[in-house]
């Protein structure tokens, strides 16, 4: 185990650098057209290919990072160029974190890699949970997945919403029900193929951020996969029903697993978000001069910045902490991944919101970035969990009692 550190060490440091400077010097730049234009940035994703900063290889070392860190850190490196851009590219990683989650380890290795492709043929992954019902109340799915034993087959049925990379992915994870009457207990994950008859894009979503990132519905209409495409495997799922059945507490949860994982990393991209803001209006305040002085020499802009830079650098200790916890086996006993995603998020609101008012009418008007991450930034307070979800979440795990 890893012990807990702030120093990263220089592996860190370099990888690090790394991707800022991909941040800095090809997304950055991007960020504004590709708001625009409302569409997946798929040469932006083939540079992140070509330097194999958008691969399995790279992904798979940032999780199996020991101290937890590596992940988070490229996240909050690429948001600070643009989220948008940085969901396209890593929104495979989701896809993959259902795989890892609930897979067996042959599963990953035969589809990880087809999460990312190659440089010379990109391919995406998505993970489809939510549905128009069935958001942050992910017990009520109504997507079903009934096995046929005669031909070893699972049949899928159902749409979902809401799904980044939902309906261009050439890997779906799809989270389904298998029996219905045990809620979340009843639902298992699966691998949809690639080119899988039955899989179809939905409605595309006009968003409010993260524009460069794609989100659509995706309609399962008898979607038949063979069953090893069953995430963990058939023998382990039966179990898990059977332990439901008789009233028995699961600690295995199909969509909670994946989520557990990701939402310290969700964090990092808002925390990205939050400090690209802090910097920008930093700098604006330095330069800008109104009654003969730069305006961060009065107290209303100063303390401003101050008190950004202070829930910035808290969001940090929060997501750093609870990535450690999660890759060395640290139980969430206060809902600590929550606790990370949740004030993340919320930070990049304000601190995006705080920066737009320092810059005044510059700060809203599309000549300047700060409109766009805050644009942004509102996603980081609902998706993977509102906010009033993980604070449900926390406030279950501090008191023991079932808060509704």
């Known amino acids: 185990m890893a012990e807990f550190s702030l120093d990263l060490d220089e592996d860190q440091l370099q990888i690090q650098k790394w991707v800022h400077d991909f941040a800095e010097n090809v997304i950055r730049p991007a960020g504004h057209e590709w708001d625009e234009r409302e569409e997946t940035p798929w040469p932006i994703i083939q540079e992140a290919a070509k330097i194999g900063l958008y691969s399995f290889d790279f992904i798979s070392q940032a999780f199996f990072d020991e101290s937890g860190l590596l992940m988070p850190i490229a996240n909050e490196e690429m948001a600070w160029g643009d989220a948008g851009i940085a969901l396209a590219i890593f929104g495979s990683t989701l896809g993959l974190a259902g795989i890892a989650s609930n897979g067996t380890p042959e599963q990953l290795l035969e589809w990880g890699p087809q999460c990312f492709g190659t440089p010379e043929k990109i391919q995406m992954a998505a993970f489809a949970v939510s549905e128009a019902d069935a958001g942050s109340d992910v017990s009520s799915l109504r997507t079903t997945a009934v096995y046929d034993e005669a031909k070893d087959e699972w049949v899928l049925n159902g749409t979902k919403t ?141 303390f401003k910045l101050a008190d950004m830079k202070t829930r910035i650098d808290a969001s940090r200790l929060l997501i750093w902490r609870a990535s450690w916890m999660g890759r060395n086996g640290k139980e969430f006993t206060s809902g600590e991944g929550s606790m990370s995603k949740l004030y993340a998020g919320e930070t990049a609101v304000y601190v995006t919101e705080e920066a737009i008012q320092i810059m005044g009418g510059y700060g809203y008007i599309r000549e300047h970035p700060v409109e766009r991450w805050h644009r942004d930034s509102k996603i980081y307070t609902i998706f993977e969990g509102t906010s009033e979800i993980q604070r449900l979440i926390i406030a279950r795990a501090i008191s023991g009692v079932h808060i509704q």
């Open 162 to 302: 809401w799904i980044t990379n939902g309906g261009i992915a050439d890997i779906h994870v799809v989270v389904a029900s298998v029996d219905p009457a045990l809620g979340s207990r009843g639902q298992a994950s699966f691998i949809v193929p690639p080119k899988t008859p039955g899989l179809s894009q939905g409605q595309k979503f006009k968003k409010m951020g993260i524009r460069a990132s794609h989100t659509a519905e995706v309609v399962l209409d008898e979607v038949r996969i063979p069953g090893h495409c069953l995430l963990g495997g058939k023998e382990k799922l039966d179990e898990k029903l059977a332990r439901a059945r008789e009233g028995k507490r699961s600690t295995s949860q199909a969509a909670m697993k994946t989520f557990e994982a990701s939402r310290p990393t969700v964090g990092a991209q808002a925390l990205g978000i939050a400090r690209a803001a802090y910097e920008y209006s930093l700098d604006y305040a330095k330069e800008r001069k109104a009654f003969g002085r730069a305006i961060i020499e009065n107290q209303a802009i100063a």
